[in-house]
């Protein structure tokens, strides 16, 4: 996918209007594309302020009717890139006349759903063939400086050996169109993948245990800092690491 294809649909990518097949696309441009990178979260960083201000308007029905009556009829046939595109092509030069007098705020209740679907893809890629660590080694004084200059943020990284939780090494990944750390543990045979990114919101939040496709998740922030501890061992051994993580780290 070209960076100009990308353009047209970092906001359908945001607003959760993208099939899994076009935003997994998507998702792999941004990866690997710093420009497209910074356009993404540029614009997700414009859509958390607007909510944050709470800036939202609903349009009356008979601007929606006016806009439905407005639009051609669209012939059955499957969706190829050519028709999506076209389809955002149309709708973002119509949501630009629209924002020239009006800012409409969308909260979707799809976010955390989300992002924690980024998060368990990130987790289950790292199990597959040599994606687990970038630099592999137990010694927290060595993949703690390992990040210096990778990412704008130095991830705390404990050595948990002795609470039952085994450093085996760290990498860099991507959550959201974000860079992150990732610092990893093993427990037992488990693996405990821990993403670290800056926090888009200032105040710490305590510790949320969720669950995604039959991984277990703790999200919680802290000191600037946002966390997604993710692995497939039970929510109480979960919770422990987590909660000897934090007594370790400060």
Known sequence: MSCAETHILLHALLDGELDAGHAREVEAHVRDCV??????RAYRSMREAIASAGLRFDAPLSLRRRIEKALPAAPQRAA??????????????????????VVIGV???DEQERVLGDVVSAHVRSLQGDHLTDV??????????????????????????????????????????????????RRRKHVINLFVAPALDSPSQRTKLLSSQG????????????YFAVSDINADELREFVEKFEQSAG
Not at 35 to 40: D, I, K, L, M, P
Not at 140 to 167: I, R, S
Not at 216 to 224: K, L
Request: aromatic share 10%.
């Open 35 to 40: 420009r497209c990178a910074g356009e993404f």
């Open 80 to 101: 190829n890139r050519r028709a999506v595109l076209k389809g955002f092509v149309m709708g973002t030069a119509l949501s630009t006349a629209m924002a020239a007098s």
């Open 107 to 109: 909260i979707r209740s």
């Open 215 to 226: 991984y277990t998740i703790c999200r919680w922030s802290a000191h600037g800092l946002e």
């Open 136 to 185: 592999q080694t137990t010694d927290q004084h060595t993949v703690k400086p390992w990040f210096n200059g990778k990412l704008d943020l130095a991830p705390p990284v404990p050595d948990l050996t002795a609470q039952g939780f085994t450093l085996i090494g760290g990498r860099l990944d991507y959550l959201d169109g974000r860079a992150v750390a990732s610092i990893v543990y």
